[in-house]
T-cell receptor, first 110, second 115 residues
Framework: QKEVEQDPGPLSVPEGAIVSLNCTYS??????FMWYRQYSRKGPELLMY????GNKEDGRFTAQVDKSSKYISLFIRDSQPSDSATYLC??????????FGKGTRLSVIA | GAVVSQHPSWVICKSGTSVKIECRSL??????MFWYRQFPKQSLMLMAT?????????EQGVEKDKFLINHASLTLSTLTVTSAHPEDSSFYIC???????????FGPGTRLTVT
């Protein structure tokens, strides 16, 4: 079993929809959880960072971590065509390197 | 967020030559830098972890004599692809964490094409 599982999609939604992106992980030692957005031929951009379980909101983006079920979510409200990108979940414990999911390709159709 | 830059953004080289890619932290000191490669439509694959002033730690399967990493200062790490071959063509990305914290920031990436 991979340490972080993420459905690669692609996921296509109409503009204005609520998008739900998810990952599961297997290592209970993971304590830091991140979501990155990557546009084609660009480096990943850190969107959200959470520590341990809970919710975090930033504008149209909400990150959720449920450590009891080892489940990570990113919600995008009022999705825009400019949100079309690949979204990568990532996690780590302590100072260890990030462990990434495969990334979900999202298309928001105008 | 913190800013990481890379140079060049795109390089084409002939098979057998060497290419150097620079990674700089612009607004923080980077004790540790990570180097990744990414093939089209795939996730990032960690190649090595470099610590300022010491030898890099390479992931299993990554040839350290082919991918030379130098981290001589707190703001600069370099990756040199030696004797490049077409199969080395990929997207190379570096990252680092300000203050060694958990948040990791990535550079814009370098696209290497070996002909």
């Amino acid at each position: 079993q991979k340490e972080v599982e993420q459905d690669p999609g692609p996921l296509s939604v109409p503009e204005g929809a609520i998008v739900s992106l998810n990952c599961t992980y297997s290592n209970s030692a993971f304590q830091y959880f991140m979501w990155y957005r990557q546009y084609s031929r660009k480096g990943p951009e850190l969107l959200m960072y959470t520590y341990s379980s809970g919710n975090k909101e930033d504008g149209r983006f909400t990150a959720q971590v449920d450590k009891s079920s080892k489940y990570i979510s990113l919600f995008i409200r009022d999705s825009q065509p400019s949100d079309s990108a690949t979204y990568l979940c990532a996690t780590r414990s302590g100072n260890t390197p990030l462990v990434f999911g495969k990334g979900t390709r999202l298309s928001v159709i105008a | 967020g913190a800013v990481v830059s890379q140079h060049p953004s795109w390089v084409i080289c002939k098979s057998g030559t060497s290419v150097k890619i620079e990674c700089r932290s612009l607004d923080f000191q980077a004790t540790t830098m990570f180097w990744y490669r990414q093939f089209p439509k795939q996730s990032l694959m960690l190649m090595a972890t470099s610590n300022e002033g010491s030898k890099a730690t390479y992931e299993q399967g990554v040839e350290k004599d082919k991918f030379l990493i130098n981290h001589a200062s707190l703001t600069l790490s370099t990756l040199t692809v030696t004797s490049a071959h077409p199969e080395d063509s990929s997207f190379y990305i570096c990252s680092s964490s300000p203050g060694g914290g958990p948040e990791q920031y990535f550079g814009p990436g370098t696209r290497l094409t070996v002909t």
